[in-house]
């Protein structure tokens, strides 16, 4: 919980209005002629700022013993243990990660929204042939029935990774919820949902979250 605390507090000062998430990206691509139209029409607009997420919110390693600066705080108040993990890109956003309309924003900057396709992930349990009808469709590719496919389960899901084992769509439920106090997880999804709003208004299409 700790660690999920201390990157909610780096989030809010990286990402609000003026912070380094905003000054950061106009930095590195301010100059660029299409970044600077769409910064500037942003700002009239009245839009979020674009902002380089991995880049200007987490950062590259402090020291040997701070991976991150969000972990600085935590470094010293627990002097006796060491955060030494793996995956330090998948582990220093435990809630970036889930912001997915600060990457997205880019690209829907960039590129015509009718170009753009948001696959919610919860639509192949529960509505699976017809999204993936869906997205066959928006991709230009033949008519396909796709009931035998999703029927069939999920692949390179939980323990069975890669292709080759299936897993039954009861199997992998996707349900198991991570032990965090529930103050922790209110504020989380507080934090998180004017964020799914942003997404849903921009793709034009909602998501079960």
């Known amino acids: 919980e700790d660690m999920v605390r201390v990157e909610l507090k780096a989030l809010r000062k990286c990402l609000a209005p003026g912070g380094v998430g905003e000054m950061g990206a106009k930095r590195q691509y301010g100059k660029k002629d299409w970044a600077k139209d769409e910064f500037q029409r ?5 839009l979020p700022p674009l902002v380089s997420l991995d880049e200007s919110c987490y950062g590259d390693r402090v020291s040997s ?3 991150r600066r969000q972990w600085t705080g935590l470094v010293d108040r627990y002097p006796d243990k060491q955060i030494n993990v793996k995956n330090l890109h998948l582990v220093q956003s435990l809630v970036g990660r889930s912001l997915y309309t600060v990457p997205l924003e880019w690209w829907y900057a960039l590129y015509p929204k009718d170009e753009l396709y948001l696959f919610c992930n919860e639509d192949l349990r529960y ?3 017809e999204s993936m009808s869906d997205l066959s469709g928006f991709l230009g590719l033949p008519s396909y029935n796709f009931t035998d496919v999703v ?9 069975n990774t890669g292709y080759d084992t299936v897993t039954n769509w009861n199997d992998g439920s996707g349900k198991d919820e991570i032990p965090i106090s529930d103050e922790l997880r209110e504020e989380y999804l507080a934090f998180v949902k004017p964020f799914n709003e942003r997404l849903f208004e921009m793709a034009g299409k909602r998501c079960d979250w």
């Open 42 to 46: 942003r700002k009239e607009d009245g």
């Open 65 to 67: 013993k701070v991976p």
């Open 127 to 129: 509505r699976g042939s």
């Open 151 to 159: 029927n069939a389960g999920m692949y390179n899901v939980g323990s």
